[in-house]
């Protein structure tokens, strides 16, 4: 720039010092800073973010905590965002006394730095990890001092935290104390407690809280139901699990259960010769239109042709009056409705481990390394559960701009776990062209360099230690890139973080190239509106 007479303001700084940082090249991005002051300009609030965010993601606390104090000494003064920065790498650092000090500062300062309920989450959960959840239970008082109330993921975190370290009955009066403050609703406070107790092998208490809440008319979340459904079935216990789906559906819950498990129970069910049973849960996938997994189809077949040649040598013609004995009243006549089940699933089942990647609501199950949508080739029609990403925007997004982080998109409506949000749009580039592009200095996107966050959506292993995680086919590494210059939509406004509340899932349909799939946004934690990314 110095060749052509222009001199670099604040705001090239603080760009090239903010791609330094996303690099990890932070000596470089420390010299620009060095560099900006003795061009006689003043690091901002951004130069400080970039910095401080960098400096905490690589682990350089000490770095992180000086250049906390120089921002002071610069007239700089933090605010929240640069407080919970710093504060966020000391809790992952497992830095908890240091945390704790900061957090007190924070509460000192008061304003618009008082501490929120994920400054407040954070250190908890620092706390619950190191084995110190009874001392990370005193600060709900601290909280409600400042009147700021827990939320499901501070009783979550909390709840796992006593149980993981045997302090049940702690656990239980938290649950009770909170419920009756109406902080947490009673259906998140309970289930999380049974899943914690599952996760450290206590079923029993685990089984007697879950039908009590069926009982008492608190709803169990699905992955409540799933998680104790699956130990039910692991320990043979078939004709309880079914039970009990009965029980949860006649309080009139709507039951979110992994196809796994619905898979395993049917198998299961088949192998006790529970006629009955098998024909009601046969119904009930059916409507709900949940597949089963390729693993079980042969033995479910096996079993369920066994039983109707061992019917036909008694009496002919027995077998086939059998199963129009169990059909649901009203229900067109189509043969065994669970031959029909077992052989209906798809060329995109298949692909995709054998199970459809989304749920009814159209919410990803599991992340995957690339996900076969349906396409005009199928036959289905547009409605078909497994065109997510075809039907485009289904949430209001907007696009801003702040002092601290830059651009970013937060959303304006409430978006679920698991939702699709958006696709990233560019121009696709082959590793040559992307060469020349980038040597005109043009903004592009790696796919291929995106964090694999999908491998964590899913994975049940932190919750349930027997859970086998499921393999797939791996594809050949990205070599693309996607010019966004001339070319974007509203994901290329997505700003970077070390904690992520979006990740990105690869998803094939319109060809069969596995080298240029599309890119979509998918949410991994609820957005509530004006949440941003």
Known sequence: MGDFGCQPDSTMYNVVIGLFCERGDLDRAMGLMRELESCDLCPDMITYMSMLKGFCFAGRLEDACQLFKTMKSHGCVPNLVAYSALFDGLCRAGSFERALELLGEMEKEGGECTPNVITYTSIIQTLCE??????????????ESFKCHPNRITMSVLIQGLCREGYIDKAFKLVNDVVVGGQVSKDECYSSLVISLLW?????EAEKLFRWMLGSAVRPDGFACTVLLKDLCLK??????????EDVLKKGFVLTIDSDIYSALLLGLCQENRVEEVGKLANYMVEKGVTINTSYIDNIHKHLKGSIEMAGSIRSGYGVYKFKLLRIEGQPEMGSTLLKLAQSLRTRALQNGGEIAYDNNGFLLRGKPLVFECNNNCGCPPSCRNRVSQKGLKHRLEVFRSRETGWGVRTLDLIHAGAFICEYAGLILTREQAQVFSMNGDTLIYPGRFTEKWAEW???????PGYVTPTYP?????????????????????SHSTCPNVMVQLVLYDHNNILFPQSYAICNGEHPPDAGT
């Open 458 to 464: 899913g994975d049940l292993t932190q919750i349930y």
């Open 236 to 245: 043979g216990r078939f004709f309880e699990a079914f039970g009990l789906c």
């Open 200 to 204: 450290i092998q206590r079923f029993e």
């Open 474 to 494: 791996s594809i050949p590494p990205l070599d693309i890139a996607m010019d966004v210059s001339k070319m974007r939509n509203v994901a290329c406004y997505i």
């Open 130 to 143: 190191n084995g110190k959840s009874v001392e990370a239970l005193s600060l709900l008082e601290r909280m």
